[in-house]
């Protein structure tokens, strides 16, 4: 039997739902219709309850009429799956050695393995995705990256969005690995975040999110309470001058800078492994973390 106390709990949650939700309404009002990249990676693809929960965000998303576009990435998956058959993973400047064999696993899981999962997940939670990687409609052309001794690593030549757009204005959610082609038809591995920041910037979207295993840029790495919740181009590329920018957080700043400056209106670095990390970032007014815009003067 339910007892009163019981009856006020309920209906303190229920009302606290609904300012929530009626808090929400305004971001929901000023995103709708606008395309929103993410870039998925990290603990968020590791933890499976957290894994549904930013499927479940990214489904909410397009059902209030915000236009994602999932780029992801599977870093711990190809080392899995390169243990498993004997290949022994190599990495030079941060970067992964991929020859000839190692191209063949990283095709594999991210385009038939880690991108199908993800297009199924987001169906079965009730949106409608399709899963596409690089060389699909030529979406992404790839060269070499240049250094030596990594061999098929590649970065973005150029993005034709024709397919992508199409497939968004239609209602569907994009789910794009990062495996692209050159000019012959050889595939080369790009770093996702590249990928996003490229994609982003060839839709023109509002947003490019970053889900990472980290709070966002911090003052002071080992800080949290030193995160930097807004900033702009300039303060970005002193950061990474000054070193307080530094290893891991120097590709993904730079991805976002070069989005911004190719018309992207904000990109977000925030951290993953907080439970609905992207809705809180985009439907609430403090954000949970690091907002760079092209100049302070952006709103």
């Known amino acids: 039997m339910v007892q009163e106390n019981d009856h006020d709990l309920i209906r303190e949650a229920e009302a606290t739902r609904v300012q929530i939700l009626s808090e929400a309404l305004p971001y929901i009002q000023q995103f709708a219709g606008r395309t929103v990249v993410v870039k998925y990676g990290g603990a968020a693809m590791k933890d499976s309850n957290l894994k549904d929960k930013v499927i479940r965000d990214v489904v909410f998303l397009s059902c209030v009429g915000v236009r994602p576009v999932v780029?992801?990435?599977?870093?711990?998956?190809?080392?899995?799956?390169?243990?498993?058959?004997?290949?022994?993973?190599?990495?030079?400047?941060?970067?992964?050695?991929?020859?000839?064999?190692?191209?063949?696993?990283?095709?594999?899981?991210?385009?038939?393995r880690v991108n199908k999962e993800l297009v199924s997940l987001i169906n079965r939670a009730g949106g409608l995705a399709v899963g596409l990687c690089g060389k699909d409609g030529n979406l992404i052309k790839a060269r070499p990256e240049g250094r030596e001794g990594i061999g098929f690593v590649g970065e973005v030549s150029s993005v034709d969005t024709k397919l992508v757009d199409s497939l968004v204005k239609s209602g569907y959610i994009p789910v794009v690995s990062s495996v692209s082609a050159d000019e012959t038809g050889q595939a080369y591995n790009i770093n996702a975040d590249t990928v996003a920041g490229e994609i982003a910037a060839a839709l023109g979207a509002e947003k490019l999110i970053l889900l990472t295993d980290t709070p966002g840029i911090l003052q002071d790495y080992k800080d949290p309470s030193t995160l930097m919740a807004k900033l702009d181009i300039q303060q970005a590329r002193e950061l990474m001058v000054s070193g307080v920018v530094a290893g891991g957080m120097i590709p993904k700043v730079n991805c976002c800078v070069r989005s911004l400056a190719q018309g992207v209106r904000a990109a977000h670095i925030?951290?993953?492994?907080?439970p609905h990390a992207l809705l809180l970032?985009?439907?609430?007014?403090?954000?949970?973390?690091?907002?760079?815009?092209?100049?302070?003067?952006?709103t």
């Not at 998956?77 to 000839?100: H, M, Y």
């Open 281 to 298: 970032e985009i439907f609430t007014n403090k954000g949970i973390g690091s907002m760079i815009v092209a100049s302070e003067f952006t």
């Open 270 to 274: 925030i951290d993953g492994r907080i």
């Open 71 to 112: 780029v992801h990435g599977g870093g711990p998956e190809i080392n899995s799956w390169l243990d498993k058959l004997g290949i022994e993973p190599q990495f030079k400047d941060g970067l992964r050695v991929t020859d000839a064999p190692t191209m063949d696993v990283v095709e594999m899981v991210l385009v038939g």
